[in-house]
């Protein structure tokens, strides 16, 4: 787990001389590194307008301090006031679901005309001018690109904006230049308009982008009406929406050229999905083995089968933001029939990110299903994904996660569920050509089979049951099923271990490294080992 980043806007320390004064400002900057808050959000942005750490007599150690830092802001944690919920001027401590939040709150604020004039926004952003204005909605936009999200960032503050339907009065506000600007710093150029015979052309063969829902059907709607579906306005808008929607395509600099607007929104307002298929729920388990090898490792799997970042303080304002943010706070729903299918409709949120409160960690038996994401990531899934578009627009990623839940039978009320609230599994498609990287190769020899989607998801998991035995001696049943405590938000994942639980043969190949900010997942996924109580 990566250490948050603690900020002191003003340190004030008096007394003593130079020397004492050094001492005195090298012990609170270690307290306020082991300092911790019980009760906050995992990854809230927590500030304190001020606190007052007493006395700090000579040689006073920096662990006796923190823990003086604990016990004062576990106090004022009681008052402590969620700022996307309502304003507050006069709490002493206030807290936005994540960095990310920090500019949703503040844009709608603003496009609701309400004034940003309480100390936590000066404390945020000093000297910074917070009205409504081009140049202010540019800063914005381009400075939530700072936190772990990267390129995603602007994309969840502009679904916040969508979903307010307050898209019409920021459209106003966003110029050519900022859209060029946002564009090329993602590593993409705009689209050169081509007519011939009065039609749009596209080199590549158009890309089938994910189904829009009504809100943001509506958003570009009126972006082309206003703009044209040429202007660099309307394709920046079309990639945050493409990019929401398949994360995977954050990674592929050639998909804005691949994009045609005009057909992505008729096939949305026709009610049209862009991979259609009759089977809903393709199969969960490992297809028929292709020889007995396999069979047998299919059938040992399946054996094997069972059922915060804290704030610190110091003498002043303290600013509190992790630097592995988390953008999405919808919470899973509590007291969930395990016969419900959780999977909402598409059409309202396709990853909302809701207020309130981030999600509470819940626990589950099959905590370790988070560390598929590193042992795919070193199956080179995501080189796969780059070289091969068809899959992101199959929502290959996706579609592989849930069949492998399925396999390992984790149930519809599990929180590891909640990474399929708003996924519609897609029926058996036949794949041709597709780049099987040498890796496979070599570890299941002849065995690989890539003719359609669920023969790809079955040659997957049967390389990564072949990964794990060659070199952690581990089934891939046995990987997942781990107990721990997992908090799923829109953008974040993070899971809690017991620290007696610590997996050496996983620690030798640095399966349990975080995985961090991870584009085909959309999420930033990190490990946490605490101790036991």
């Known amino acids: 787990m990566r250490q948050p980043e603690r900020r002191v806007r003003k340190l004030t320390l008096r007394g003593g001389g130079h020397v004492q004064l050094l001492q005195a400002r090298y012990v609170v900057e270690e307290a306020l590194r082991t300092a911790s808050l019980p009760g906050v959000p995992l990854h809230a942005d927590v500030l304190v307008r001020h606190l007052d750490l007493g006395t700090l007599h000579p040689n006073l150690p920096f662990t006796v301090l923190a823990h003086k830092i604990t016990a004062l802001l576990r106090h004022l944690a009681a008052a402590a006031v969620c700022v996307d919920e309502q304003s507050s001027p006069d709490a002493?401590?206030?807290?936005?679901?994540?960095?990310?939040?920090?500019?949703?709150?503040?844009?709608?604020?603003?496009?609701?005309?309400?004034?940003?004039?309480?100390?936590?926004?000066?404390?945020?952003?000093?000297?910074?001018?917070?009205?409504l204005q081009p140049a202010t909605i540019e800063w914005l936009l381009l400075a939530s690109r700072q936190t772990a999200l990267q390129e995603l960032a602007p994309a969840h503050v502009l679904q916040a904006v969508v979903e307010a339907r307050s898209w019409p009065r920021l459209l106003a506000f966003i110029t050519p230049t900022l859209a060029r600007r946002m564009l090329h710093g993602a590593g993409l150029s705009p689209v050169a308009a081509v007519k011939h015979n009065g039609a749009r052309a596209y080199g590549p063969k158009a890309i089938q982008p994910a189904p829009l829902n009504a809100d943001w059907r509506e958003a570009l709607r009126?972006?082309?009406?206003?703009?044209?579906?040429?202007?660099?306005?309307?394709?920046?808008?079309?990639?945050?929406?493409?990019?929401?929607?398949?994360?995977?395509?954050?990674?592929?600099?050639?998909?804005?050229?691949?994009?045609?607007?005009?057909?992505?929104?008729?096939?949305?307002?026709?009610?049209?999905?862009?991979?259609?298929?009759?089977?809903?729920?393709?199969?969960?388990?490992?297809?028929?083995?292709?020889?007995t090898t396999a069979a047998a490792d299919y059938q040992r799997s399946n054996?094997?089968?069972?059922?915060?970042?804290?704030?610190?303080?110091?003498?002043?304002?303290?600013?509190?933001?992790p630097s592995s943010p988390a953008t999405g706070h919808r919470q899973y729903p509590a007291g969930v029939d395990a016969g419900r299918d959780l999977r909402p409709d598409p059409a309202r949120h396709p990853q909302g990110r809701g207020k309130g409160a981030a999600a509470l960690t819940r626990f589950t038996s099959q905590a370790g299903f988070a560390f598929v994401v590193p042992l795919l990531q070193r199956l080179a899934l995501a080189e796969l994904l780059?070289?091969?578009?068809?899959?992101?627009?199959?929502?290959?990623?996706?579609?592989?996660?849930?069949?492998?839940?399925?396999?390992?039978g984790i149930q519809k009320h599990d929180p590891i569920w909640s990474l399929f609230e708003d996924f519609e599994p897609q029926s058996d498609v036949a794949l041709a050509d597709i780049p099987i990287p040498r890796l496979w190769l070599r570890l299941s020899g002849k065995h690989v089979s890539s003719t359609s989607l669920h023969a790809l998801i079955n040659t997957i998991q049967l390389t990564a049951e072949a990964y794990l035995r060659r070199y952690c001696q581990l089934s891939l049943g046995s990987l997942l099923n781990r107990p721990g405590r997992v908090s799923i938000t829109a953008t974040h994942w993070d899971v809690h271990f017991d620290i007696n639980q610590t997996e050496l043969r996983l620690r030798r190949v640095a399966l349990d490294t975080d995985p961090g900010w991870t584009p085909w997942l959309g999420r930033v996924l990190q490990f946490h080992y605490d101790h036991e109580g």
């Not at 844009?107 to 000297?127: C, H, I, M, Q």
């Not at 306005?233 to 929401?244: D, E, G, K, M, N």
């Not at 780059?386 to 390992?408: E, G, H, K, P």
């Open 386 to 408: 780059q070289q091969d578009q068809r899959l992101i627009q199959l929502d290959f990623a996706r579609q592989l996660l849930w069949s492998m839940a399925r396999r390992f």
């Open 222 to 291: 009126l972006a082309v009406e206003t703009w044209g579906d040429a202007d660099v306005r309307s394709q920046w808008l079309a990639w945050h929406a493409l990019v929401l929607h398949r994360p995977a395509w954050l990674e592929c600099r050639d998909c804005l050229q691949r994009l045609d607007l005009v057909r992505w929104m008729a096939d949305a307002s026709d009610g049209r999905r862009p991979v259609q298929g009759d089977d809903p729920a393709p199969h969960s388990a490992l297809g028929k083995a292709q020889n």
């Open 303 to 321: 054996i094997l089968r069972s059922a915060p970042p804290d704030p610190g303080a110091s003498a002043a304002a303290v600013q509190d933001p």
């Open 92 to 131: 002493e401590v206030v807290w936005f679901s994540d960095p990310v939040q920090v500019y949703v709150t503040l844009l709608t604020r603003l496009l609701d005309g309400k004034a940003v004039n309480e100390w936590y926004w000066r404390s945020l952003f000093p000297g910074q001018d917070l009205s």
